[in-house]
């Protein structure tokens, strides 16, 4: 699904631009798991609701009603999360209601809230899959009188550019790299010069984006 409306490269096919999708969903998980935080996964068949904000708010409802007080919420989509980047976030929850990461298009690669900070309504009609999302989220801290402790900025992943982009700046050592490298130099010739040398083509925001996961 993630593939289907997310084009990573155009010049590969539907299952290479899926093996990429695949790649960052497991990457997500294992970072996820070595935080030792306890892990939901809501991917389609646990999601509910008709928007992605309704469907990320009734995700975040069902945490909560674990007992849990704190949520924090990444999709898939930015590689550069670590397990030192959650147990930051965790450690701002102690002192703020809210914690976002802010994605360079101005929408957000993590978000950490407390339950008392919550609001369904207001939460669900945020500008979600937008450039305007981190001006919402300023909003709704003003309407409910919360300081939002704001993370690195870093890029995610939603076009052809993007995806390049992170690609040039995901560390060479890493697990992540070196499968997408194989990914994609079984299809091109010449990785680094497609690298250097690919005139990506930006890819509007889609409506469905990848599935969040709750850890």
Known sequence: EEAAVKVFDS???FQENKAISRSLISHSLDICRKSKFPLFQFFSDKQNGSSFGEKLSNAIENVFSLGYENVIAVGSDCPFITTEMLQGAADNLAEKQLVLGPAKDGGVYLLGI????YTREKFMSLAWNSKFLQAGFKNYAEQTDLDI???DQY???DSEKEFKIVLKNLSKSSL?????FD?????IVGFQYYLDNYSSISQSSHAQRGPPLAA
Do not use: F, G, P, V
């Open 183 to 187: 990914i994609l130099n079984c299809h």
């Open 114 to 117: 407390n339950k008392s900070a």
């Open 11 to 13: 010049s590969l096919s």
């Open 155 to 157: 890029s995610d992943i």
């Open 149 to 151: 402790s704001w993370l």
């Open 176 to 180: 992540l790299y070196k499968t997408l």
